[in-house]
Nanobody, 116 residues
Framework: QVQLVESGGGLVQPGGSLRLSCAAS????????MGWYRQAPGKQRELVGT???????NYADSVKGRFTISRNNVKNTVYLQMSSLKPEDTAVYYC??????????WGQGTQVTVSS
């Protein structure tokens, strides 16, 4: 069973930055895509962005130009660098990993709160 452990969440003021990390318990090259999702109170979980095994990235329109996903294959970790944060970015952020013959894996989530 794969474990994904998110970290780096917290309270930040509007306009600030945070970097989330997602550490996997096995080589992340075994996943063809990894991604970040978020869920705000009372709302459905939504895609933030993804990164493929060959490092192609894709982002939701709401975060384009502000968020960046990267990966470190040696550390088996995927990152979400968030800048110019807005109150509407407040949510629980989840890491996701997908491989060809397994059900998707999810982390436990990390809370990000953007507030003054």
């Amino acid at each position: 069973q794969v474990q994904l452990v998110e970290s780096g969440g917290g309270l930040v003021q509007p306009g600030g930055s945070l970097r989330l990390s997602c550490a996997a318990s096995r080589h992340i090259n075994s996943f063809y895509v990894m991604g970040w999702y978020r869920q705000a109170p009372g709302k459905q979980r939504e895609l933030v962005g993804t990164i493929t095994s060959d490092e192609n990235t894709n982002y939701a329109d709401s975060v384009k130009g502000r968020f960046t996903i990267s990966r470190n294959n040696v550390k088996n970790t995927v990152y979400l660098q968030m800048s110019s944060l807005k109150p509407e970015d407040t949510a629980v952020y989840y890491c996701n990993a997908r491989s060809t013959f397994e059900s998707p894996f999810w982390g436990q989530g990390t809370q990000v709160t953007v507030s003054s």
